[in-house]
């Protein structure tokens, strides 16, 4: 790796780390950067996903008081997300790449569909409930465990919108402020991430150099995303949501 393609992965290691707080899909800045420094899909997707770790970690950790409370259901998430995540890990290694081509845009975009409609869904709900006298589980039902996990699948696979996926699915089934969920989602990435490259480490070939200059930047740029994602209200976090993962579905269907 030449020192301009160093620097090139570098700062796509410092855009994933800043956009994968945010909302997510930084995959979609450092994956097409390795392959164009030469490295093999599945070795550049996994070296990807071990790099991405420490701008997981350095996302959630900005977001500390957003967490506060929420020890009960990073652990019922965080279970499930494991779970997938694994799974995922493994599908990538015994699947083909184009088992999850067909279906992957599908599914961010309709995430996006429940990410615009997520207000007034989440208020339909609410009156549903109230109709009927029941209340929502306050970490989530189990239709919320499953679809993380199914999410968490996907992010062990490959993982580009896949906090994108994972705020559709939070802000429709839970009652909670968006920013919270951001921080739960971060969280959770870090989770999949961590447990996917645990399992790589062991049946899977890294690029270490690309690796170390994805790590760096991203844990930079985990900081960065923090302190900009929590100042963003409501509606502009939505708006970027949106277009993050508009540009997710033109970049995969390419």
Not at 142 to 156: E, K, P
């Amino acid at each position: 790796m030449s020192l301009w393609e160093a620097l090139a992965v570098l700062a796509a290691g410092l855009g994933a780390g800043t956009i994968n707080t945010i909302v997510g899909s930084g995959t979609l800045i450092t994956f097409p950067v390795l392959l164009a420094v030469g490295l093999p899909p599945v070795t550049a997707n996994i070296s990807n996903s071990l790099g991405l770790v420490p701008g997981s970690l350095s996302g959630a950790i900005g977001y500390r008081r957003e967490l506060a409370g929420q020890r009960p259901r990073i652990i019922r998430f965080g279970i499930f997300a494991l779970i997938g995540g694994l799974a995922g890990a493994v599908l990538l290694l015994a699947l083909p790449s184009d088992a999850f081509d067909a279906i992957v845009p599908a599914l961010i975009a309709v995430a996006l569909v429940l990410v615009i409609a997520q207000p007034r869904l989440a208020a339909a709900l609410r009156t549903r409930r109230t109709r009927k006298g029941t209340t929502p589980h306050p970490d989530g039902s189990i239709a919320l465990l499953i679809g993380l996990m199914l999410a968490s699948v996907y992010g062990g696979y490959f993982g580009a919108a896949q906090g994108v996926i994972y705020l559709s699915l939070m802000g429709l089934l839970l009652n909670e402020d968006l920013q919270r969920i951001n921080a739960l989602k971060n969280v959770l990435v870090l989770l999949v991430n961590g447990v996917a490259v645990l399992f790589f480490l062991f049946v899977a070939t890294f690029d270490w150099t690309a690796v170390a200059l994805i790590a760096v930047g991203s844990a930079a740029g985990g900081q960065i995303g923090a302190r900009i994602g929590r100042r963003l209200p409501p509606v502009v976090l939505r708006a970027t949501i949106v277009a993050v993962g508009v540009v997710a579905i033109v970049q995969l269907l390419r």
